[in-house]
């Protein structure tokens, strides 16, 4: 039974790796990425002692997402305040190919903040922005990117090397209100993605160089980290049924 519980045990670490793994620079440059989340609750008349900590609340992501039932996704620009603002892009790729599959931009250089694109997709995997050309994808699962005068990070840190440039935060339903619009509930199915925009050798490491508000999209485990879940729960399962036999 042991064993059963380590499986177990290691098969939550996996899926839940992400959180409080990436270190946030706070202090530096202004708006820090703290500063820029509780003035999301500020300008919504909530109390900042509601805000996530970026350093010990983020989001259990592994940077795949999958849009919910709807079918369709608004991504909404909160901040940009990287030197390369002006040339920073911010999308969808194809998670089952990786670096190799297709891309989607969201937002191009010129978006600011209010900035909103929704993102649709199919039952056969053609995803589209702002109902134009759709791109066609190999699934429904994608992960989000930014590209920048360094090249492409992506939301999967193995993907960048190993390196994270994107930390997530999950809505629990708070008030919040969004640049340009009207306060409202931040629920479980909205996160907000922050990114770092230079490789993290060089980065002051603040993740404040693009910060975009994302909804209507749930988070999926990696294949690893769901076939050690599986792993785990058969065990369990299978250590019921001796002690069942045994009664």
Request: hydrophobic share 45%.
């Amino acid at each position: 039974m042991r064993f059963v519980k380590s499986l177990v045990a290691a098969a939550a670490l996996a899926m839940s790796a992400s959180a409080f793994a990436t270190p946030v620079t706070l202090g530096g440059e202004s708006p820090d990425l703290q500063t820029v989340i509780n003035g999301l609750y500020t300008a919504a008349g909530t109390n900042i002692s509601q805000a996530p900590d970026v350093n010990l609340n983020q989001a259990a992501e592994q940077g795949l997402f999958q849009i919910e039932a709807s079918g369709g996704s608004v991504a909404t620009m909160i901040i940009e305040v990287a030197g390369n603002a002006g040339t920073n892009t911010f999308g969808i790729y194809d998670a089952a190919l990786g670096i190799a599959g297709q891309k989607l931009e969201l937002f191009s250089g010129p978006a600011g903040s209010s900035a909103q694109a929704f993102l649709s997709a199919t039952d056969t995997y053609m995803f589209s922005v702002n109902f134009g050309a759709g791109v066609q994808f190999t699934s429904n699962t994608f992960g989000y990117y930014i590209g920048t005068a360094s090249g492409y990070f992506y939301s999967q840190a193995v993907l960048n090397g190993g390196d994270d440039h994107m930390v997530a935060f999950q809505g629990d339903g708070d008030l919040i209100k969004l640049p340009g619009y009207s306060a409202g509930k931040w629920g479980s199915s909205s996160y907000i993605l922050a990114w770092e925009d230079l490789p993290l050798s060089t980065s002051d490491k603040d993740y404040n160089d693009m910060v975009v508000y994302v909804e209507s999209v749930t988070a999926v485990p990696e294949p690893g980290s769901l076939a050690l879940l599986g792993l785990g729960l058969a065990g369990l399962a299978a250590a019921s049924r001796r002690k069942q036999k045994q009664a």
